[in-house]
């Protein structure tokens, strides 16, 4: 097992520094052009080998990819198959990447209880470990905010807080990706690459994004991320169970976001952050089944939701007891 | 056929023939353009990790300075306007110019967005019929379409127009005026929709403005005239065409009526954000006065405000606005003072502080700044390139019969003949 490991890690490092001389090689012959490219590849051709030939070819293929909504079923299952071992080949991980699609009848939300949360950010720690999110840049989808007064905006709120909590006086308010039901992400992308699926999740084609950050500017939550730099995860932290619309590796130049969980959720699970709270203050659920807790706290609860004038509907409530 | 091919070549000996000087002028766009490339390089190579932006602050200067030269592209149709509708002899002389500026500001436009772009290779994803075009949806797709259509608008006109004359015939009316009527609209279209994107940001209070598009076009109108007051003052000193001083003057009342425009929407905005100053008028808090002690672009808003409003009355006494000593600086001032303003002080200030009420400050860095200087001196080759065909063809140094299928060394010696540079 241990030796296992540390082969992943090696490869993993072999891989990186070969990513790197790969696009230095790309960004000088696209503006040098012939003879730093000849020079670069002749001495690359002594390290290539069966592995790199192969991932090579995936990559090509992988430029000329069709946006996921444009896809087949069968195209679907092998660009699942193919970026399972780009995976593979690139982290020396085994990853199982699921493409299941909304089920019928199912429409989540998230409700989040203000007088519970104490700011431990054991939620933001499970979601960035669940998500594969980069490491390096200290990616984060989900922010507390250290708040006292007015509920109902976090401005003047504190989310750089390092101080232990609770602190009293003062309440804890969460935010992430609030999945509107009127998005404006969504309708701000040029290309269409992030849409909302049926069961009311936004996702994001990581192959189909060009990275404009229009989405970003759109959202009036902050929930957006982009991926200044090459996302880098340790192997042996990388979360094997992914989504092709969720938590499968990312690259430079993209952007991505919570999916709450989709490759729990789908699976009738509920998200890292809900299962990783440890006093009770998130809830998931499906809004269009009666008997859920989210609808019994949308009844008997007041609610709101941050920013309601602009339209967006948020499917993400504060409550206080 | 055969014909245009040796028009094309006979214009490409053109530009890379001239004096001293001029190729000094070009050694300079020439390294402009590869510091911009390094920087690219470098880019390209780490991400736009190397930029100074980050997710609160998610557009910088490349997106500004896409918004400036959009608007400075749109400015040509102010000598569309008397030139070609209301056919004042004078602009019907110069109008190329303006479509030539034009060009080159458009060409920057669409580099700086490019520039911006995560994964570029990827471009292709937002065009129609290969890609997935989210139009009418998308803000973006209408940006693509416009200013894609605005570029060819102004290259096919004058092309054919400088074409007519090459093989000295007159152009046809019939054929280009249609085009050009098409393309008054389309100016105004493509800073309208410039605007839109940024007011169709719905948590964007500094930019929700029903406002921001007019404005956008009075600093265009302003911007592109100042700019191309300019280029006439050069083109004066430096070629044998002729440019009138009555030219000069029209041009710059127009600049004046202009500037007073823009100058009534940017106080109409200082008024809203500061007599009643909400939670919305953070931003513009933020931008003339700071926040919370973070202050970065404070003293290049004041700068470009007050240089704004000096040069507005500079221009307004006709004894000045016809001093060219005083003009041309003033056009220079003015230009730069709402590239200031129009872009660094409207897009950053739109972000801080964040959709969430957080203040991450945002300056560039060497690598954008060099991205942002190779994208400059691109631009001006473009506009070196087109004005000095357009003045070797206006002034009859090249043309069909004079047998221009001749080497570049045969071209020096006539262009040499006809003009000082």
């Known amino acids: 097992m241990k030796e296992g490991l540390e082969k992943n890690t090696e490869s993993c490092c072999a891989d990186m520094v070969l990513k790197k001389k790969g696009s230095r090689r790309g960004a000088l012959a696209a503006l ?207 979360n094997p169970n992914q989504h092709y619309l969720g938590n499968r590796m990312r690259t430079k130049g993209v952007m991505e976001k919570c999916t709450f969980c989709i490759q729990r959720t789908r699976k009738g699970l509920s998200p890292a952050c809900v299962e990783a709270c440890p006093t009770g203050a998130r809830v998931f659920g499906n809004l269009l089944d009666p008997d859920s807790e989210i609808r019994w706290i949308l009844a008997h609860k007041k609610v709101f939701r941050l920013k309601e004038d602009l339209g967006a509907e948020p499917k993400f409530w504060y409550y206080a007891d | 056929m055969k014909k245009f091919v040796k028009f094309i070549f006979s214009g490409l000996a053109v530009v890379f023939t001239g004096s001293v000087k001029y190729y000094l002028w070009l050694g300079l766009l020439l390294s402009m353009m590869l510091a911009g490339a390094y920087g690219y390089s470098v880019q390209l190579r780490e991400g736009l990790v190397v930029t100074g932006m980050h997710d609160h602050v998610s557009w910088g200067i490349y997106i500004s300075n896409f918004i400036f030269f959009v608007g400075v592209a749109s400015g040509g149709v102010m000598l569309v306007i008397p030139a070609y509708i209301m056919k004042d002899r004078d602009f019907l002389n110069v109008v190329l110019i303006g479509e030539a500026l034009a060009v080159a500001a458009l060409i920057m436009a669409l580099l700086f967005v490019l520039d911006d772009l995560g994964v570029v290779s990827r471009f292709w994803h937002m065009l129609p019929v290969i890609g997935f075009f989210h139009f009418p949806q998308s803000m973006l797709t209408w940006d693509v379409l416009v200013l894609n259509g605005y570029l060819v608008l102004n290259l096919a006109i004058p092309a054919y127009i400088l074409y007519c004359r090459y093989q000295g015939k007159e152009p046809v009316k019939k054929i280009y005026v249609p085009f050009v009527f098409l393309s008054v609209f389309w100016a105004f279209g493509i800073h309208l929709v410039t605007a839109f994107l940024l007011v169709g940001a719905p948590d964007k209070s500094f930019w929700s403005s029903a406002i921001l598009g007019p404005r956008f076009l009075a600093s265009a109108f302003t911007a592109g005239p100042a700019l191309t007051i300019i280029v006439f003052s050069l083109i004066r000193k430096n070629s044998v065409f002729k440019i009138s001083d009555d030219t000069i003057h029209k041009l710059s009342l127009i600049l004046m009526f202009a500037a007073y425009a823009n100058l009534i929407m940017l106080f109409s905005e200082i008024f809203k954000e500061f007599y009643w100053s909400s939670e919305h008028s953070a931003h513009a808090r933020y931008l003339y006065f700071g926040l919370d002690g973070h202050h970065a672009v404070t003293p290049f808003i004041w700068s470009a405000v007050v240089s704004n409003v000096l040069a507005t009355v500079l221009i307004s006494f006709r004894s000045l606005r016809e001093n060219h000593a005083v003009l041309v600086p003033a056009c220079l001032v003015l230009f730069i003072a709402i590239w200031v303003e129009k872009g660094l002080g409207l897009v950053i200030p739109g972000f801080i502080p964040s959709s969430l009420g957080e203040i991450v400050e945002y300056l560039p860095t060497w690598v954008e700044t060099l991205v942002t200087v190779g994208i400059i001196g691109f631009g001006l080759f473009i506009l070196t390139a087109l004005l000095k065909v357009f003045i070797h063809v206006e002034t009859g140094a090249i043309s069909s019969s004079g047998g221009t299928s001749a080497l570049a060394a045969e071209m020096d010696m006539a262009i040499n003949k006809r003009l000082k540079i």
């Not at chain 1, 070819?57 to 069709?66: G, L, S, T, Y």
């Not at chain 1, 399972?84 to 699609?101: A, C, F, N, P, W």
């Open chain 1, 32 to 238: 040098l052009g012939g003879a730093a490219t000849a020079a670069a590849s002749t001495a690359g051709a002594a390290l290539a080998t069966e592995e790199e030939r192969e991932l090579k070819r995936i990559k090509r293929n992988e430029f000329f990819q069709k946006y996921y909504r444009a896809m087949t079923e069968e195209e679907r299952a092998a660009t699942v198959a193919r970026f399972e071992r780009k995976t593979k080949l690139e982290t020396g991980m085994d990853v199982q990447i699921d493409s299941t699609s909304a089920r019928p009848g199912v429409l989540f939300g998230y409700a989040f209880n203000i007088s519970k949360c104490e700011g431990s950010r054991e939620c933001v720690a499970a979601c960035v470990q669940e998500n594969n999110q980069d490491r390096t840049s200290n990616m984060q989808y989900i922010k507390l905010f250290e708040m006292e007064g007015d509920m109902g905006s976090v401005h003047g709120g504190d989310s750089e807080y390092s101080h232990e909590t609770p602190v009293d006086g003062k309440y804890y308010l969460g935010t992430q990706c609030f999945h509107c039901e009127n998005p404006p992400c969504t309708k701000a992308c040029p290309t269409g690459a992030t849409w909302k699926e049926a069961d009311g999740i936004v996702v994001v084609d990581y192959n189909w994004c060009i990275g404009c950050r229009y989405c970003e500017a759109a959202c009036p939550y902050f929930a957006r991320r982009f991926n200044w730099k090459e996302p880098e995860v340790p192997a042996e932290e990388i």
